[in-house]
């Protein structure tokens, strides 16, 4: 078994906070990702939606809308 005074203590916590932002990292551009993909569904749905009010109200109306 390894002694305390064989680990070298600022290593071994560098290595840890690599790896942690690392991680942290990887979880943020998942986050990105999901936003955006969201973003383009929200966006996509909302203009099909409208393209058909504007259909559905163009012929049932001759009014302003």
């Keep these: 078994m390894l002694n305390l005074s064989e680990i070298d203590l600022g290593s071994t ?3 840890s906070f690599i790896l ?13 990702m999901i936003i955006g993909i969201n973003y383009v ?6 203009e099909e939606g409208d393209e058909k009010d504007k259909k559905k109200s163009e012929s049932k109306s001759k009014g302003f809308f």
Aim: no cysteine.
């Design 13 to 15: 916590l560098l290595s």
């Design 20 to 32: 942690i932002g690392f991680i942290a990292t990887a979880f943020v551009f998942v986050r990105i």
């Design 41 to 46: 569904k929200v966006n996509y749905l909302k």
